[in-house]
């Protein structure tokens, strides 16, 4: 059972009810209005959120969540920032008084302790030779653009960022901002209702209609070589900017990583450049949205020796994909294969609420998933070839890791 409803500030409301399941999911998204100049400040602010309130220290909050076994998350997402909570329907009341205090009583009084922590997890996640390479792709496909404010960015400008700016930041979240709420689990609907109208209606009202902000541009195609002494594999990534969801080419996209490499096994990159031609340790595609782009790529983990002959066979799958009519068979199997993936990642109620509201908070409606399953049925093999060719174009970025 769905219900969608609006408090008096305009916060939308969504509920599903789901029977005979004793942990209930609740997420709260705040949209992103206004990117700031400053990469880390928006960041930093969704880690202090768990360091103390005016009234809990970051012990006791520590304790009173382990106490009645609440998983509390704070994250910033490219375009929110996300609040879930999951707990025992019992304590969802609880669950609801802790949330309230983080949200509108965090003091943020362990900014530096938490931006030197922070910047030495960082330089840590930058150890790993795949985060580098995945790192300097982002930061160079969404260049000039804050989609590309990645970890080596936000390292780079930490130390400038004040306590003061990530006030202000959490200023402009409360105050502009889209403000979404989905709840999903065994507890009735008048009951969650009437909790989240006496904790949450007296924010300041959302803001129904998003900015309209910049598009990531990619004006050129670049190659960035990153050489790390201390590694023995070669990291390859390839990518375009492509149409996000709410795109009428969002289903054949989809459709079109599965069928490169998003399918394991059955994957044509897979069969091709790992078992056929034994480039790859790890070898697949991705297709990653946001509210305002997304973008379509492909890695590959290989030997130094091949990295040339990896990209010639990229560009062989992609000129395939591009010139010859995929099967009626393979575009099937794809579809099952993601329709079944999307079936997976919604099995929880955790994550039904999760993605209720990051589609509810980005604009596409709550159920964008449900509508787009039936869209992806109808993708044809003139979709995915005309896709294929209207994307994976001359615009692209490689970023190679090698020793």
């Not at 609801?96 to 302790?113: C, P, Q, S, V, Y």
Request: net charge negative; glycine share 4%.
């Amino acid at each position: 059972m769905d219900r969608v409803t609006e408090f008096a500030n305009k916060t939308q409301f969504i509920y599903s009810q789901n029977a005979d399941t004793p942990r209930s999911a609740l997420c709260i998204n705040f949209s992103l209005n206004d990117p700031i100049p400053y990469p880390g400040v928006y960041s930093l602010m969704a880690r202090l959120f768990m360091q103390g309130t005016k009234t809990r220290n970051a012990r006791v909050l520590s304790e009173e969540l382990d106490k009645y076994a609440i998983e509390f998350s704070a994250e910033l997402k490219p375009d929110y920032l996300k609040f879930k909570i999951v707990c025992l329907n019992e304590d969802f009341d609880k669950a609801l008084e802790i949330l309230d205090d983080i949200i509108k009583n965090t003091t943020f009084d362990d900014f530096e302790k938490e931006r030197m922590k922070m910047a030495g997890e960082i330089q840590a996640e930058l150890d790993s030779p795949r985060n580098l390479v995945v790192d300097n792709y982002y930061k160079n496909l969404y260049d000039g653009h804050f989609y590309g404010y990645t970890n080596t960015v936000i390292l780079e400008n930490l130390p400038n960022v004040t306590k003061q700016q990530v006030i202000d930041g959490y200023k402009t979240f409360c105050t502009d901002s889209r403000k979404v709420i989905s709840f999903v689990g065994d507890i009735e609907y008048e009951r969650v209702y009437a909790a989240l109208k006496n904790y949450f209606e007296d924010f300041n009202s959302s803001v129904n209609n998003l900015p309209a902000l910049a598009h990531p541009e990619l004006k050129e195609n670049k190659t960035v070589q990153i050489l790390k002494p201390d590694v023995n594999q070669a990291h390859i990534i390839k990518g375009w900017i492509v149409p996000t969801f709410g795109s009428e080419d969002y289903p054949a996209l989809a459709l079109l990583n599965v069928i490169l490499g998003a399918s394991g096994l059955s994957s044509r990159l897979f069969l091709e450049l790992r078992e056929k031609k034994g480039l790859a340790y790890v070898v697949r595609s991705s297709y990653e949205t946001a509210r305002l782009a997304a973008n379509f790529s492909i890695y590959i983990a290989t030997e130094p020796k091949n990295i040339e002959t990896a990209l010639q066979g990229f560009e062989e799958e992609i000129n395939k994909i591009k010139n010859i009519q995929v099967s009626d068979v393979e575009l099937e199997n794809a579809k099952n294969n993601l329709i079944g993936k999307w079936a997976f990642v919604t099995e929880t109620n955790s994550q039904q609420a999760n993605y209720a509201s990051h589609f509810a908070v980005n604009g596409v409606g709550y159920d964008y998933l449900e509508n787009a399953k039936k869209l992806i049925k109808n993708v044809t093999p003139k979709d995915i070839i005309e896709c294929a060719n209207k994307y994976l174009d001359d615009k692209f970025v490689i970023t190679i890791l090698k020793p």
